[in-house]
């Protein structure tokens, strides 16, 4: 099993270009999550999809859109990048089971917005 | 206030340290509490789960004190392998939505032959 696998590694983009993050997983999850991880911040959650067909907005979702493709796939989307978007960005999936549960992340995009 | 916070770090230490992780959480509410583990530029992994009763696994020791909405990570006899940034992660369950996990900003270890 690949696990969570990501889509690019790395990516620079000029401001005000468009680019979607392709986030995939091979463990039959229900849950799946978009991350951020900036210095001295943490990880911030951008949106998650509890199920298929469905996405909610996390902490910072400002300038970001999702798309929960099919069970596998989740895909976030910058349509307009700023320099503020510069960062690390990570997917995760899970299968809760009760109140505790673990997410499993993927490698992560670095992201550079100029 | 950060939901959860961490001692801000980095800790520099020898082999064969003990060295403990604060975390508190300001959400009454929270449910599960983790430690995950970044090693540089890497995605983070689960370390450990923390229960009330507290939890060890081999050099590694979790507590939980919901009363004080605090949770510790203790690990002895450190090894150089053990660098890493670790990270608190408290939970809040959403039912069969599965959860939101919140994460500190987390502590850089350096452990130093």
């Known amino acids: 099993n690949a696990g969570v696998t990501q889509t690019p590694k790395f990516q620079v983009l000029k401001t005000g270009q468009s680019m979607t993050l392709q986030c995939a997983q091979d463990?039959?999850?229900?849950?799946m999550y978009w991350y951020r991880q900036d210095p001295g911040m943490g990880l911030r959650l951008i949106y998650y999809?509890?199920?298929?067909?469905?996405?909610d907005k996390g902490e910072v979702p400002n300038g970001y859109n999702v798309s929960r493709l099919n069970k596998r796939e989740f895909s976030l989307r910058l349509e307009s990048a700023a320099p503020s978007q510069t960062s690390v960005y990570f997917c995760?999936?899970?299968?809760?089971?009760?109140?505790?549960?673990?997410?499993?992340f993927g490698p992560g995009t670095r992201l550079t917005v100029t | 206030r950060k939901e959860v916070e961490q001692d801000p770090g980095p800790f520099n230490v020898p082999e064969g340290a003990t060295v403990a992780f604060n975390c508190t959480y300001s959400n009454s509410a929270s449910q599960s509490f983790f430690w995950y583990r970044q090693d540089c530029r890497k995605e983070p992994k689960l370390l450990m789960s923390v229960y009330s009763s507290g939890n060890e696994d081999g050099r590694f020791t979790a507590q939980l004190n919901r009363a004080s909405q605090y949770i510790s990570l203790l690990i002895r006899d450190s090894k150089l392998s053990d660098s890493a940034t670790y990270l608190c992660?408290?939970?809040?369950?959403?039912?069969?939505?599965?959860?939101?996990?919140?994460f500190g900003q987390g502590t850089e270890l350096s452990v130093k032959p």
């Open positions: 999809s509890a199920s298929e067909g469905t996405t």
């Open positions: 992660v408290v939970n809040t369950y959403l039912g069969n939505q599965g959860g939101k996990l919140i």
């Open positions: 995760a999936s899970s299968e809760p089971q009760g109140f505790s549960y673990e997410q499993y």
């Open positions: 463990m039959n999850h229900n849950s």
